[in-house]
């Protein structure tokens, strides 16, 4: 039972025991529209003694003749039929178990249900479905179209040359306000190192900026992002105590690059001690942990897959 009635189509019925009792078999409303076809509701008052509906209402769901579909058509549905019940005011729902899909095709265009409801029950007003002589029939219809549309999840941990090393020399000579590292290529995407020697907005002559930056970024459509974790890092080419920070970031057409404007600061990095300029070389590195890509499903590729 629910309270909502049909969302399609409900066909009600006046004066039912005159059909009942009357020689007709069954009964059809008009047509209706639903999914780009049009279809029928087709009644057994008094069941369907062809198949097994003797003693019940029989109540199917018909592919209309208007349609005029191809050699070799099949649609598939999912569809749920209604019998209002008047005295609670809800609708009592009827549909296969566990939402099993049904086949309409040439040789089968009228699908439903033998044995819908007993006579000795719709018959009784004190059940509340049929009162005052009126009854009200309904129908819910979703058409399964295959659109060929979908998505590709891929997740990788520790992607194939997913370590990048950018060696930068004549660090302190550096004029220009950033630097950019040539292309890697990590999880079938290319990348760079961006670096602001002196800093960059707020932290200039404060710390030094990295950043990861997407370098094909335009190849995402319909909003789709690509979700990654990295380690942005300066080696320490004395001890090995390298300086280092986690990022994540949904890359995107909008989102370019991320990382850390006040990544370390810039007397620490030009303390010779510390190990982090040497001979006015300064090592940068990323490293990408993990990768979260989205694509269209016609790219190729399972719909959930991961690499390890």
Known sequence: MRDLPPAHYTFKIENFSLLSNSKVDNIESGDFEVGSYKWRLCLHPNGNKKSNGDGHISLYLAFSKANAPPIGWEVNVDFKLFVYNQTHDKY???????????????????????????????????????????????????????????ECLSLMKQPVNGRFTWRIPNFSALQQISCKSGEFS???????????????????????????????????????????????????????????????????????????????????????????????????????????????????????????
Request: glycine fraction near 8%; hydrophobic fraction near 40%; charge should be neutral.
């Open 186 to 308: 990590a999880g079938g995407h290319k990348w760079a190192l961006v670096v602001y020697p002196k800093g960059n907005s707020s932290e200039k002559g404060k710390s030094l900026s990295i950043y990861l930056f997407l370098e094909d970024r335009e190849v995402f459509s319909s909003g789709r992002t690509m979700y990654a974790e990295f380690t942005l890092r300066v080696r320490d080419q004395l001890f090995k105590k390298h300086f280092e920070k986690k990022a994540n970031c949904h890359f995107s057409n909008s989102i370019k690059n991320w990382g850390h404007l006040d990544f370390m600061s810039l007397d620490e990095l030009n303390t010779p001690a510390m190990g982090f300029l040497v001979n006015n070389t300064v090592e940068v590195e990323a490293e990408i942990h993990f990768m979260m890509v989205v694509k269209e499903l016609s790219e190729g590729g399972p719909i959930i897959g991961v690499k390890t």
């Open 92 to 150: 009592l729902t009827i549909q296969d178990a566990n939402g099993r899909v049904r086949r309409f095709h040439g040789m089968k265009t009228k699908l439903g249900f033998d044995q819908l409801l007993p006579l000795t029950l719709f018959n009784d007003e004190s059940k509340g479905y049929l009162i005052d002589d009126c009854c009200i029939f309904g129908v819910e219809i979703f058409v399964i179209k295959h659109t060929s549309k979908g």
